[in-house]
């Protein structure tokens, strides 16, 4: 079967039209699933300015649909990847908003931090949407949250997740690693790792100042002693002492 998004018995008006070659100026047609023309005129190659990529982000079969895919494209896909993996999180955790309002808080504060410090944002985002995917089948099976079950369960859970979404391997891996011990930094880290680590840390702490609130001289020697990049050790800053 042939996917309709490239059955041209499918296409709408649109879906073959013009583009300005950045180069020279001249019009270049193009098919909505062409990836790359070449212009005639002056022959630079471009990349399609409107390129439909959604389905690509969560499509195993992408790469044979739409053939080697160039860097920017990758990195395209990747983007709207951790917004399905948004979407199956609150999914995943259903009614339970305390779960979604962590891994959305994780999020926000991993999206900041990332952007500071320049680490890889696609990986950093699906990681954080993904840090505590297994605790409810962790408090079920085991009736705790101890670091080791999260770890093998949590791991379990976000490549199943990944898997279904058509994730690339090595995206899994780094995801399914800085998952499975998030709460335990190493000493050798990377930035990705790194920039996770005190995204949840301000999370879990802001979470905790709003049960049981502590003094802000207590709570500064925390952050001045507890934070892995100096972006997160400001933001924390930010949230929890002003």
Not at 35 to 63: I, V
Not at 208 to 228: A, V
């Amino acid at each position: 079967m042939k996917c309709p998004g490239q059955d041209t018995r499918y296409w709408k008006p649109g879906a073959i039209f013009d583009a300005q070659c950045p180069e020279c100026g001249a019009q270049v047609e193009f098919f909505k699933d062409d990836t790359y023309r070449r212009c005639q005129k002056c022959g630079f190659r471009f990349l399609n300015p409107y390129m439909d990529f959604g389905c690509a982000s969560y499509c195993r079969y992408a790469e044979q649909c739409i053939g080697n895919l160039p860097p920017e494209l990758v990195a395209q896909r990747e983007g709207l990847l951790k917004d399905r993996v948004a979407i199956e999180m609150r999914r995943y955790f259903k009614q339970d908003s305390r779960q979604i309002s962590h891994s959305n808080r994780v999020a926000r504060y991993t999206e900041r931090i990332g952007k500071a410090e320049g680490c890889n944002l696609s990986v950093v985002l699906i990681a954080a949407y993904l840090n505590d995917i297994a605790i409810r089948e962790v408090a079920s099976k085991y009736g705790s949250s101890l670091a080791q079950h999260q770890k093998r369960e949590g791991q379990r859970v976000a490549r199943d997740v990944l898997r279904d979404l058509g994730a690339g391997d090595e995206l899994t891996k780094e995801v399914c690693d800085i998952i499975g011990h998030h709460h335990d930094p190493g000493s050798d880290e990377n930035v990705n790792f790194r920039v996770i680590y005190d995204a949840d840390l301000i999370a879990r702490l802001e979470e905790r100042q709003q049960e049981e609130p502590t003094g802000p001289e207590r709570l500064t020697r925390i952050i001045e002693g507890s934070f892995l990049t100096e972006a997160g050790r400001l933001l924390a800053k930010e949230v929890l002492l002003t």
